[in-house]
Every structure is written in structure tokens, then in C-alpha cells.
């Protein structure tokens, strides 16, 4: 393999990408195992990728506590949620073997401390509501009452969903370098694309090198669509209606958190990691329900001076087809009543596509509503 010069591309985030991996330790077997649970495992993953640079383990107090409070390591750098590992009681010796759900050790950790912590307290601080009905907030208030700290080294990597779409940081730094790109904008979703969303990452790459598709696959609500549909949807859409060569379609291993607006920070620094240069943020990003404003996910982003984050948020707003325009728009670019805009609910869109209808093609390109459609049939 010849090397490529990644160093025209954004920095990672604290200036170097910290990949957890290494050779299965000796004596592995024998220590003593936790299981993690998806979100822990998605949080291993990442630390292993380099995903979640510059962290080389689960978060000790220090950090933890800066995060809540401050959104920021206790080093400074910005951060915006926890990345802990929950315990029952605290481990025997000073190593630990972290496994799956099947039993499978992955990964080592070298223990640094145990420490409790108050969960409306983080709920209220990261979500924004101590109310349980969150499922953020749930999964938090059914976790283990312990934080483990400690480094990891994960010597199995956990088998990818999509192997064709598990790249790592340092191979998507490869693939915009091997294109030439120095600036490019990450899209993170965790839905299918339709015209709305096609249009802002559209109107991203106008501006920039490339654009890095890059859906979330980690554990989402149930009741959101599932990842192979999705996936499914990605890749009509990009192959009809994108150019090859200014796109990258790659998997974001990450679970959802339903953080709302620290979820955006988070989701940014993470792109960062992958190379982003840019972050495109739409409205209600990594929310659910009615717990966040519209826009918070953006305004949270002035809590931090400019390019301190470094990755450049792209803020956009809702977009629709206007029939006076003739084109897409948002209430930015069009001065057109809401009579000329052709706007679905996410309720009346699933109600066509469950009767294997398929919406107006000013909603959604017809080659990913009939993905859907076949979804909805099976
Ligand atoms: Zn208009």
C-alpha cells in the first residue's frame, strides 16, 4: 500500500487519532469478565477505531464530572457527553476482561478507579430532563449504580453489521486523501434520505470537497427505521443522484443517545475524528419527541469560541419543495406561503408507504420510497 498524505485534512480532535487496539494480553481468560451492554459496546468500538479520539478508555470522575458541568475534558478540550462504563460492584483485581453478550472476551481494561454517580443529575445536565419517559434517560436510569474507569485494549474487534461500510477513521482519512479532498462535510443520520435532507447535503458539497455519508448503526429506538432499510435507501439515492467521485458512504458505529443538542457536539468532534472538516447541523438533530427547541442542537454550538471545536458546523433549516420556486427551499430562501410547499408529516408519510403508496417525488426520489415501500410490505 502506498502511503497517502493525510495531512492537508482537519486534525483529530486533541490533535492525534488514539487507537485502542493491540495484541489479545496474556492470561486474558482468566480475569474477571463484564458484559457490556450495545451502548457500551458501540463506545468500545469507537474507542478502538480512534472514533472517539483523544479518550483511551472509559471516562475517569475527573473527566466525567468537567463533561457535566463544563462540557469539557478535565484537560480542557471540549467533550460534550459521558463515555462510561457501568458496574454493579467494584472488581476484584486491577484488570478486567470486557466481553459481549455472547461471552466473547474483546477487549482488556486496566482499572483506574470505581466511582458513583447521580443519574437525574447527568440526565438533567446531558438530556436536558430527569423525566424517564426519554429513552436516553431510561437506558441511564436502568444502568449499573457504578462507574468503571480504566484504558482498554481491544484485542477482538466486535463483528461489523455491514462489513462493506466498517471504515475506521484512519481509512476514511486515506479515502479523502486518495481524492484530493482537504475539506469535507459529514452528514450524520439516522433516517433515510429524503429531498429535504438531499438538498442540505447537497448544498454542503457545494461548498466543500466531498461529502462522508455517514448513518448512525448502533442501537437506535425500535420504532426508528432499521439500519439494512436504510442502508438499502443510502444507496439508490447515492447512486442516482450524487456523483461517484465526491462521495463516501460509510457507516458511523455509534448508538444513539437522544441527546439533543450535546449529542450534536458529540456527533461533530466524532466526524472530526473521521476527517470531517465540516458537520452539517439540521434542525432537532439527535433529538426525540418534543424535549428540545428546534434549534438548540445549533445554538448550543456558541457555548464554544469559534474554531475551538474546529470542525466547522453547517446549520440549516427545514427544507421543502416549493411549487412557486419551482426548486427545493427553506424559510431562509423562499418567500412563498406555506400553501406552495409541499410538506409531509412523518406520520402521513408512513401511513402511504404502509398502504405501498409512495409519496409526491417533490417529498422523496421514488427509487428510495420503493425500498421503503417493500420495507413496509415484509
Ligand atoms: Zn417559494
Not at 438530556?127 to 431510561?138: K, L, N, S
Not at 443522484?241 to 461533530?268: C, K, Q, S, T
Not at 432537532?284 to 474554531?307: C, K, M, N, R
Request: hydrophobic residues 40%.
Amino acid at each position: 500500500m502506498t502511503a497517502v498524505a493525510t495531512d492537508r485534512l482537519i486534525r483529530p480532535h486533541g490533535g492525534f487519532l488514539v487507537e485502542r487496539t493491540g495484541d489479545r494480553p496474556q492470561g486474558v481468560e482468566r480475569l474477571e469478565q463484564l458484559t457490556l451492554t450495545p451502548r457500551e459496546l458501540s463506545d468500545l468500538d469507537m474507542l478502538a477505531s480512534g472514533g472517539l479520539s483523544p479518550l483511551e478508555g472509559f471516562m475517569n470522575q475527573e473527566d466525567y464530572e468537567r463533561v457535566l458541568d463544563e462540557m469539557r475534558l478535565a484537560n480542557g478540550l471540549p467533550w460534550a457527553l459521558p463515555v462510561c462504563l457501568a458496574v454493579d460492584t467494584a472488581p476484584g483485581g486491577d484488570r478486567v476482561a470486557l466481553a459481549d453478550e455472547s461471552g466473547r472476551p474483546l477487549a482488556m481494561l486496566e482499572v483506574e478507579e470505581v466511582f458513583s454517580y447521580d443519574k437525574e443529575r447527568e440526565a438533567e445536565r446531558c438530556f436536558r430532563t430527569i423525566d424517564a419517559e426519554h429513552p436516553g434517560v431510561a437506558r441511564l436510569y436502568a444502568q449499573h449504580p457504578l462507574y468503571l474507569s480504566g484504558r482498554v485494549t481491544v484485542f477482538e474487534r466486535a463483528e461489523p453489521r455491514y462489513p462493506e461500510l466498517a471504515v475506521d477513521p484512519v481509512d476514511t482519512r486515506r479515502a479523502f486523501a486518495e481524492r484530493g479532498w482537504k475539506r469535507v462535510v459529514g452528514f450524520q443520520t439516522r433516517n433515510p434520505i429524503h429531498r429535504a435532507h438531499e438538498y442540505l447535503t447537497k448544498g454542503a458539497l457545494e461548498t466543500v470537497d466531498g461529502l462522508l455519508v455517514h448513518p448512525l448503526i448502533g442501537e437506535t429506538k425500535s420504532d426508528d427505521v432499521p439500519a439494512e432499510v436504510r442502508i438499502d435507501c443510502y444507496r439508490v439515492l447515492l447512486d442516482g443522484y450524487y456523483p461517484r467521485d465526491r462521495v463516501v458512504l460509510a457507516a458511523f458505529p455509534a448508538a444513539m443517545r437522544y441527546a439533543g443538542p450535546r449529542e450534536a457536539i458529540w456527533h461533530a468532534i466524532c466526524r472530526k475524528n473521521y476527517g470531517c472538516s465540516h458537520f452539517i447541523v439540521g434542525r432537532d438533530h439527535a433529538g426525540v419527541g418534543s424535549y428540545y427547541g428546534t434549534y438548540d442542537a445549533q445554538l448550543i454550538f456558541d457555548e464554544f469560541e469559534p474554531h475551538e471545536l474546529d470542525i466547522e458546523p453547517m446549520f440549516f433549516e427545514h427544507a421543502f419543495w416549493c411549487t412557486a420556486c419551482g426548486q427545493m427551499a427553506t424559510p431562509k430562501t423562499c418567500p412563498h406561503a406555506d400553501d406552495d410547499h409541499v410538506a409531509l408529516s412523518g406520520t402521513k408519510v408512513r401511513e402511504l408507504l404502509a398502504a405501498g403508496e409512495l409519496p409526491p417525488v417533490e417529498f422523496s426520489r421514488p427509487e428510495v420510497a420503493e425500498v421503503l415501500v417493500q420495507a413496509y410490505r415484509s
